[in-house]
């Protein structure tokens, strides 16, 4: 019988990996502490050489990131009186006044609809046949599932030209249903290998037993490995969540108005001025809804990315 010993970190062990931590994670968030902050820079800071770091904030990039602004003539602007609101005092000082909103809420709202719709739909087909793949005896398993991942290895260009002529024939352009069938299709292949996964790790005489007790198999499904595979929704959802909402290539050439998202729509705000801070403030807002559903399924993602389920 042999024995070994463990040996546990010292101190200063753990003071260096805390900092090696530490800086890795500044690191990694500096671009997106750059784009915050330039989000609350003036157009002026933010290309301003050498970069400057600490400066006056402005709320000037959210304003225009929000309205459309027309250019007066002096007599003009002095005739349209003083200004009534604080953003009004912010246009005014480049001799312009606020014409009307902006069109990035729209977009935003589309993509709100497009990414959530196309996760949900995801993990609800995913589920269902993760489950079918994991649990019955499919003819030919491992070639379907093959032809399945398969379609995740195509680039979205190889593509790109087949789908808009299918979805221009069948009236699917630009429109929220037609990009959330897309979507749906993309993500499907990540979705059912991952819930497969998960759900392969569920022993099976927990259905089983449910089924002794007189549960109906959809029960069995419903009450005992849904539960159970709920981390590895969470985290299927989240990855699922995080392409549809990113995704810049088939929106573009897919939409242009109606069903246009944020990605295709945010570089246009740059206009001739070179709107860096508008662009930085829309980036920032686009971050913040994939950011609050991660944080909010936070407890399931580490135990989901390591494939963790319910073991024997």
């Given at each position: 019988?042999s024995?070994?010993s463990?040996t546990h ?11 090696i ?6 690191i990694t968030?500096?671009p997106l502490?750059?784009i ?15 970069p400057?770091?600490v400066?006056e904030?402005?709320?000037?990039g ?5 309205t459309?602004?027309t250019?007066l ?6 005739a349209?009186?003083?200004a009534?609101t604080w953003?009004?005092?912010i246009?005014?000082?480049y ?8 069109r990035y ?13 196309s996760?949900?739909?995801?993990i ?8 079918g793949f994991?649990?019955?005896?499919v ?5 379907l ?5 398969s379609?995740r ?6 593509v ?8 221009r024939?069948v009236?699917l352009?630009?429109t929220?249903?037609?990009m959330?069938?897309l979507?749906?299709a993309v993500?499907?292949?990540?979705s ?5 996964g998960?759900?392969d790790?569920?022993?099976i ?13 959809f029960?069995a ?7 159970q595979a709920?981390?590895?929704i969470?985290?299927?959802?989240i990855?699922c ?6 995704e810049y ?7 242009s108005?109606?069903a246009?998202?944020?990605?295709p ?6 206009g ?5 801070p508008a ?5 920032t ?5 994939v950011?609050v559903f991660?944080v909010?399924?936070?407890k ?9 389920a319910?073991?024997k």
């Open positions: 019988m024995s070994y463990v970190p010292s101190l200063r062990q753990k003071w260096f990996a805390g900092v931590v530490v800086v890795y994670a500044l968030l500096m502490i750059w915050v902050a330039t989000g609350f820079k003036s157009p002026s800071d933010a290309i301003a050489y050498p400057k770091v400066f904030p402005t709320l000037e959210y304003v225009n990131l929000f459309t602004r250019r003539s002096p007599e003009a602007l002095a349209a009186g003083p009534q953003y009004d005092e246009v005014r000082q001799d312009m006044v606020i014409s009307g909103p902006s809420g729209e977009r935003f709202f589309n993509s709100v609809i497009i990414g959530f719709g996760t949900f739909l995801s609800f087909l995913g589920t269902l046949a993760a489950y994991s649990r019955f005896r003819p030919l398993k491992d070639d599932l093959f032809f399945i991942l379609t290895m195509m680039p979205p260009v190889a790109a030209i087949p789908i808009f002529l299918m979805f024939e009236g352009s630009d929220h249903l037609g959330i069938l979507y749906t993500n499907l292949s990540l059912v290998w991952l819930l497969k998960f759900i790790e569920i022993p005489e927990y259905e089983e037993a449910a089924l002794i007790d007189g549960y109906t198999r029960q499904f419903y009450k005992v490995v849904l539960p709920a981390t590895g969470a985290s299927t959802a990855f969540l995080i392409f549809a909402w990113n290539a088939f929106a573009v050439l897919l939409t108005g109606t246009q998202t944020a990605p729509f945010i570089p246009t705000i740059i001739v001025g070179k709107d860096w662009v930085a403030a829309g980036a807002l686009f971050l913040v809804p950011m991660t909010l399924l936070r399931h993602l580490l135990r989901g990315i390591t494939f963790g319910v073991r």
